[in-house]
């Protein structure tokens, strides 16, 4: 039996275990207050601090992008936003010159009251930014003093995982623990709509809130179980453990009465993932984005034998199991440096996927030569064509397998002829002509992020606009329930992929629409085999056919037992974006003629209505009216 068993509340799922490390708030503590001799020297130190910070998140989005993890590296841009925001400068500016404060005591004053501000906002999502603020304060402050921001966790820095306990999640911490190999996380506060707790579950590290750290925090350097279901359990034994963990080849949880024969497979951005893969209940690799590895070359693209070592490594360690192997698609919000794409109004409606194959067809050449290479012997490769709008792009693609297919046969070489070909279904179009597509290959996938995005004209990370994309309204319900009744009608599998595939909540819905291979992150695939035990199939069709019948997704959400979605422009606000103060839109700083200074801070505007009635304010604020 274990020493401790902590119940808490589930903030990232999945399954962790390792020595406790504690971290508190003594390792962020204010710096000293005491009055500059120099103003102009503090100034200096602050734009100095903020130029360094600036760089290493630049270098981090990069990092994440080169990954493919494209709303992770939004998150950290969001953080350069925050970080060059006239109005946070303004006020900084005016402690050090007018108060005398050192540098790190006037950005701890402003940030700190800036968080502050938004975590007694009422939307909770509004509420959480404030964690942002209150990172970019350490990180600032830890500058200053020429420190690590987050040194504890540093003199950690060994091998094998571990837990580590802290009041509350930084984005910029988990960053670095995922580089240390941190397995998961306690903290006291916050939610899972932070964005800490969104980057901790994009890299699989369970999460738990516990109502006090004080009694967890005892047991630093004991061995830690924390379940990503709302359990810490301290010196857990064998039993504890198997009870809570899928382990290799043994599925514990049965399926219950009525359960669907559903099926749950990974996707990954790199082979090395699979290292750490837990199969029980995993059928395969449902989706591999080939386009982050040629995101990670600068110069050029991987050649064909850089490419063979990485596929042959994938398919090593998937062994017999499934991969679904999705072609590179380049273009759009996936760019590489050392290519243009030519003019383009909306990229995202551009050079992208199999339309840049028209120019450079040796591309999607020289990868399927590499990947068939790869997968010699006894692998099994289902190979998927994405962002196809009609039969006529499904054609021209296939004629590039069957050329790369030839050159091998010319040349003699050794390759995996017996494979599987799918369509991954992302445009309108697409889905209006999936039954001719369905004809010609062997499988289908829904790629639900730009099928979404798609279907409502709506760049899911436009500020202005992020609230209009709903995965869950019954707009996309009924596309999907259209796929799924073609794929069955044809006797093919149908594969769901993206961000609503993970989404928990909507498990019995894509069920009930007839959806049964999911396709997850490897942190989300554990929780969703147990979930997908426990439906029953018949109330999951009885609750897909009331979400197709409702009006709103805000009936949706009733059905589901959830609060409606709120816009929260901060999520998506990027580098150079500020709020007009008086409506709320965002708009680029330097793309306005409407702005205005207000003693040491500037003030932008959409329009000469929201400038003038801001003026109009002003006047009778400072006791004066308009002309």
């Not at 290493?56 to 936003?81: C, F, G, K, N, P």
């Not at 930014?129 to 990172?135: E, G, I």
């Not at 698609?329 to 003019?343: N, S």
Request: net charge negative; glycine share 6%.
């Amino acid at each position: 039996m274990s020493v401790e068993i902590f119940q808490g509340e589930s903030i990232a799922p999945g399954f962790a275990v390792g020595p406790l490390c504690v971290l508190n708030g003594d390792s962020w503590t204010k710096p000293p207050a005491s009055e500059a001799d120099n103003p102009s020297l503090e100034l200096d130190r602050f734009r100095q601090q903020v130029h360094m910070l600036e760089q290493e998140i630049e270098e981090t989005v990069d990092q994440l992008e080169s990954e493919a993890y494209r709303a992770e590296a939004e998150i950290m841009s969001t953080h350069l936003a925050l970080l060059r925001d006239p109005e946070l400068h303004g006020q900084i500016y005016d402690l050090i010159q007018n108060n005398r404060h050192r540098a790190e005591t006037a950005v701890e004053q402003v940030l700190q009251s800036m968080a502050a501000m938004l975590a007694s906002a009422e939307d909770p999502l509004l509420a959480e930014r404030a964690a942002d603020l209150r990172d970019l304060a350490i990180r600032l402050e830890a500058g200053f003093s020429e420190r690590h921001a987050f040194l504890p966790l540093t003199a950690w820095d060994r091998a094998g995982c571990f837990i580590i306990a802290l009041p509350e999640l930084m984005p910029s911490l988990v960053l670095k623990a995922r580089e240390l190999g941190v397995a998961g996380f306690i903290v006291a506060y916050g939610t899972g709509v932070s964005h800490g707790a969104i980057l901790a579950k994009s890299f699989g590290m369970p999460v738990v809130r516990v109502a006090s750290l004080e009694y967890v925090t005892r047991f630093s350097g004991r061995n830690i179980l924390v379940w990503g279901e709302g359990e810490v359990l301290v010196e857990p034994n064998e039993i504890e453990l198997s009870a809570r963990k899928l382990p290799d080849n043994v599925i514990p949880i049965e399926r219950v009465a009525g359960a669907p024969e559903a099926r749950v497979w990974i996707s990954i951005v790199d082979p090395g993932q699979l290292e750490a893969v837990e199969w029980a209940g995993i059928e395969g690799v449902g989706l591999y984005r080939s386009e982050a590895l040629f995101m990670r070359y600068r110069e050029d693209f991987p050649s064909e034998q850089e490419q063979f070592t990485a596929y042959r490594r994938l398919f090593r360690l998937a062994g017999r199991r499934p991969v679904v192997f999705r072609t590179v698609d380049l273009g759009a919000d996936k760019p590489v440096e050392h290519m243009r794409f030519g003019p383009q109004v909306n990229p995202s409606l551009g050079l992208r996927a199999h339309r840049l194959f028209r120019f450079h067809p040796e591309l999607l050449i020289t990868q399927i030569r590499a990947l068939l290479r790869a997968a010699s012997g006894d692998h099994r490769l289902w190979l998927m064509f994405p962002m196809l709008e009609t039969i006529d792009q499904l054609h021209f693609v296939q004629s590039l397998v069957d050329e790369a297919i030839q050159s091998l046969v010319n040349e003699g070489i050794t390759f995996q002829s017996d494979f599987r070909q799918g369509v991954l279904v992302e445009t309108p179009s697409a889905a209006w002509s999936f039954r001719r597509l369905l004809k010609e290959v062997d499988f289908a996938s829904i790629g639900t992020n730009d099928l979404v995005q798609y279907l409502f004209a709506v760049e899911r990370n436009t500020a202005n606009v992020a609230d209009l994309y709903q995965p869950e309204h019954p707009v996309v319900l009924e596309v999907i329930h259209h796929l799924t009744q073609i794929a069955a009608d044809a006797g093919k599998p149908i594969f769901i992929c993206g961000e609503m595939a993970a989404d928990m909540s909507l498990l019995p819905v894509l069920v009930g629409l007839g959806l049964r291979d999911f396709s997850l992150s490897m942190g989300a695939a554990a929780i969703a085999v147990r979930d997908l035990s426990g439906l029953d199939e018949t109330a999951c069709r009885r609750l897909a056919q009331q979400c197709l019948a409702a009006d709103t997704v805000n009936n949706v959400h009733t059905l589901l037992n959830r609060p409606d979605k709120q816009p929260v422009p901060s999520q998506v606000v990027a580098e150079g974006d500020v709020l007009d103060p008086v409506c709320g839109m965002v708009v680029h700083a330097n793309d306005t003629p409407y702005a205005i200074d207000v003693g040491e801070l500037s003030h932008y505007f959409c329009s000469r209505s929201c400038l003038n009635y801001f003026m109009d304010h002003l006047k009778q604020v400072n006791g004066t009216t308009s002309e």
